[in-house]
């Protein structure tokens, strides 16, 4: 148990009021004198110095006058953003905690190994009664390819290479990371792409982000590869992907996110056949590795540290 001095209060929006009370008993482990409130009964909003929050009301956390850093409850910050009245002096943190990514090279591994070994058509021989054998090639013998080598990215890529996958890894910047093939920047995606047999999307939500992998990017994947989607929606326009699909250059998709979530009842993608739907589950850690990267960051932010994950305007993430 960390312990330190003064009282502090953080009002909460992540599960909504019930979630309430497990909140207090997870800070209270690390942070004793760290008061939590519910955003609905958040009491005099001058005394707040920290807000943990998903998808808070427009406008309301620059009526706390004394706010010291907003927390997203997750990975993602557009959430905050979206706000026009946001304080944008007020630092922001990204909640990352190391589960969220060994689950997401969990989800990452299923899903590559799921498409390697051509489970969807298994699958599909099986509804049809269909007895047919398949001869895939050797994990070695397949160009896995992940965008975004950011924390998630890199763990994912380690899990790849343990599998025996060949794989290569595109980001910003370049990155360094044994035994993964590395590309940067706008010049080198299209190659990147190119010598892809599966390619995984991971990047944040940025602007040069946003339909980055849209009908021409689509277009340079090696016809017959696969793409996973588990970065957001809007990095993989779906009615590009649709049509690469049913051209057949894309062979299947795997997509854990989506443009509008929840995806719409009439959204074709629910009853594509080429097409796996999962709902935004590649990675959801606890509550507890949340509280625990939360009340780390609160303490370092405190003692005059830059949490790992704080939100970069320049970057956009």
Not at 220 to 249: E, M, T
Request: charged content about 20%; proline content about 8%.
């Amino acid at each position: 148990m960390v312990t330190s001095s003064g009282n502090r209060v953080m009002v909460v929006k992540s599960g909504g009021p019930t979630a309430i009370p497990e909140w207090r008993v997870l800070f209270k482990e690390a942070i004793p004198d760290l008061e939590i409130r519910c955003w609905t009964e958040s009491g005099a909003l001058a005394d707040i110095d920290y807000a943990m929050v998903w998808e808070p009301e427009p406008g309301r956390l620059a009526r706390m006058p004394n706010l010291r850093l907003i927390l997203s409850s997750a990975v993602g910050v557009e959430h905050i953003l979206a706000d026009p009245g946001l304080p944008r002096h007020i630092p922001i943190l990204r909640t990352v905690p190391p589960e969220a990514a060994d689950q997401m090279a969990e989800f990452v591994s299923w899903a590559v190994l799921h498409l390697h070994r051509d489970i969807p058509t298994l699958q599909q021989q099986q509804r049809q009664r269909i007895w047919k054998f398949h001869d895939p090639p050797l994990a070695r013998d397949r160009r896995v390819g992940i965008l975004g080598m950011g924390m998630m990215g890199r763990r994912c890529a380690n899990a790849l290479v343990a599998l025996g996958f060949d794989v290569a890894g595109w980001s910003r910047t370049r990155r360094s990371i044994p035994k993964v093939r590395a590309y940067a920047g706008a010049c080198e995606l299209r190659p990147f792409l190119e010598s892809l047999d599966i390619a995984v999307c991971l990047l944040p939500a940025t602007p040069q982000t946003q339909g980055i992998l849209g009908a021409d990017a689509l277009r340079w994947l090696k016809k017959g590869a696969c793409i996973v989607n588990a970065g957001r929606g809007q990095q993989v326009p779906r009615l590009d992907l649709l049509a690469a699909i049913d051209s057949g250059h894309v062979a299947w998709a795997i997509l854990d996110v989506f443009e509008q979530e929840p995806l719409a009842p009439e959204d074709p993608l629910w009853t594509h056949s080429r097409v796996i739907v999962t709902p935004h589950v590649a990675s959801l850690p606890s509550r507890a590795s949340r509280a625990r990267f939360v009340a780390d960051a609160i303490l370092r932010f405190e003692r005059g540290e830059r949490p790992v994950t704080l939100y970069d305007p320049m970057l956009g993430y």
